[in-house]
Nanobody, 125 residues
Framework: VQLQASGGGLVQAGGSLRLSCAAS????????IGWFRQTPGKEREFVSA????????ISADSVEGRFTISADTGTNTVLLQATRLRPEDTAVYYC???????????????????WGQGTQVTVSS
């Protein structure tokens, strides 16, 4: 399984970015995909997750109503639309995949089997 995250960049507060996670290497019908973010010296923080079918989604309280996760099964891509960005959203964003955990555990980074390389998001005030 390979995951490729992209779409990060520098944006002013209040702006938007669309992060993409391109997945390859197998069929993902039984996978969950999560987005996490990390700043230096801190643990990886859960952002949002989705079942590959798109039927279930969940987001952290800190991004609820501002970030939207979606899955495009035709292109094997999971998108994270980030709007109304804040300086505190600045981080390296990672996508990850798991097929070995229950939905109620998707907030936990340790439950994920595969990780992409990360994409930097910087929000200026």
């Amino acid at each position: 399984v390979q995951l490729q995250a992209s779409g990060g960049g520098l944006v002013q507060a209040g702006g938007s970015l669309r992060l993409s996670c391109a997945a390859s290497g197998r069929a993902f019908s039984d996978y969950e995909i999560g987005w996490f973010r990390q700043t230096p010296g801190k643990e990886r923080e859960f952002v949002s997750a989705i079942t590959w079918s798109g039927r279930n989604t969940i987001s952290a309280d800190s991004v609820e109503g501002r970030f939207t996760i979606s899955a495009d099964t035709g292109t094997n891509t999971v998108l994270l639309q980030a709007t109304r960005l804040r300086p505190e959203d600045t981080a390296v964003y990672y996508c990850a995949a798991t097929h070995t955990t229950k939905w109620r555990y998707v907030r936990y980074a340790k439950k994920y089997d595969f990780w992409g390389q990360g994409t930097q998001v910087t929000v200026s005030s």
